[in-house]
């Protein structure tokens, strides 16, 4: 499993990301008797040309590969020459690697988000090979793709190996219907998950406890969370009503930034249930404490500010002690004059032994009208190997590199229950 995989992230200095580099399963060539010591460890250690599942061999002649994906977020996805920009050019050049190993040529294909489930559902109706592999919101559609049988099985792809690295079988299994794994998750996928982006100015500016040593002692919790939101509020320009003017304790432009607390505070909405069934489990104690919690968080004036237009606080303004959103969010963040710390959501209590927290990066699927599996399943394979040591670095640096947040989190391995958005486990 590697979606939810180990990454390390210390700003500020340096940037430190220790991926798990890419496995090497197939022995080296042997050597010749007359190889030196030296050039023996070399021929042992020198990195396979492509994943083990994939022959060396494999030709396409030329075949087209063709990709629907949402035009928000081409930059993570393909590029049509290189630029000099790290992340631009990092998924330009997995591009091209592909191409000539494969002998394929790759074609992409922008739409909105929110209509990419429609456009599959035209496509696979028609009968027709127009798409082989789709990259689709995690939540709009999801659902009637699979109920409706539009999708083709990852396990009955050849070429591919889901036990590999690269690949979150765990968690494609939780997306799974029955017998049916639908939905692909692997490291081709940019992780976004939610978190809280603090301003550690105004922690130290107020002499309130420090976010980042309650989350090292495992006492960021929902009630802390709520106390620092609460401390900082101020009628700063004394008009009686917390206007832009004042200071508040959390933003979020979104009701679904809100959401991601209950995931935070270990709340899930589905599990797996006997013979792979979905059960709801919102209907508990736990559930009604979040809310109850979260109740009071919204009721008490300048606490918490949502709103989906522009009139809204921004970190900026040095007024706003949290701000909800995408990890990709600290890219903004470069311009600004307030240091930054980076969070996940708090936990229930402290009895919680790991932090959660929601990526909304999407979701993979492949259309069942495909008539090309094979090169399917070895572009997929390719793809997923590749962008472990390219483009998630890549990544990494531009949304992070410039800020003036000295700590992120750790991500590691470990148990993930969703039925459509993708849960990343933190533990330290």
Known sequence: MKHARQITLLLLSALLLPLAACGNDTAADTPVQT???????????????????????LDFGGDNFHVLHSADFKRYYFAEEEIGE?????????RIFVEE???????????????????????????????????????????DLVTDGYLYDYRELPNIDLEAEWWDLEMMEQ?????????????????????LIFNRDLIRDLNLDDPY??????????DNFI???????????????????????????????????????????????????????VNNERMYTIAEKMLRLAETPGAAWCTPDENHPTMDTGRVLFYLGGASYAESMREVDVEIGILPYPKFDEAQEEYLMLDWGGLTCIPNTITNPEMVGAVLELMSWDS???????????ILAGTKSIFFITLTDGLCKALVTIILYGSF
């Open 175 to 195: 997306l799974s219907l029955g017998d049916k794994l639908t939905y692909g998750v692997s490291d081709i996928i940019i992780p976004n998950p939610f978190v």
């Open 227 to 281: 106390s620092l939101c609460t401390a900082v509020v101020s009628d700063l320009d004394g008009d009686g009503t917390m206007t832009l003017n004042d200071r508040v304790g959390v933003m979020g432009i979104d009701g679904c930034l809100y959401s991601s607390f209950m995931t935070g505070a270990g709340q899930y909405l589905t599990h797996k249930g006997a013979d792979d069934r979905i059960e709801m489990i």
């Open 101 to 143: 190993t494969l002998n394929v040529k790759m074609t992409d294909y922008l739409l909105d988000g929110a209509l990419i489930h429609s456009e599959v559902q035209k496509a696979v109706m028609a009968g027709d090979d127009v798409y082989d592999y789709t990259m689709v919101h995690c939540i709009a559609g999801v659902a």
């Open 213 to 222: 040593q309650m989350v090292y002692d495992g006492t960021w919790t929902l």
């Open 86 to 94: 790290s992340m631009n050019d990092a998924v330009y050049n997995r």
């Open 388 to 398: 472990e040591n390219g483009v998630l670095p890549a990544y990494y640096d531009i």
């Open 35 to 57: 190889a030196s010591i030296t050039e023996t460890a070399a021929a042992e250690t020198e990195p396979a040309r492509t994943p083990h599942a994939l022959p060396d061999t």
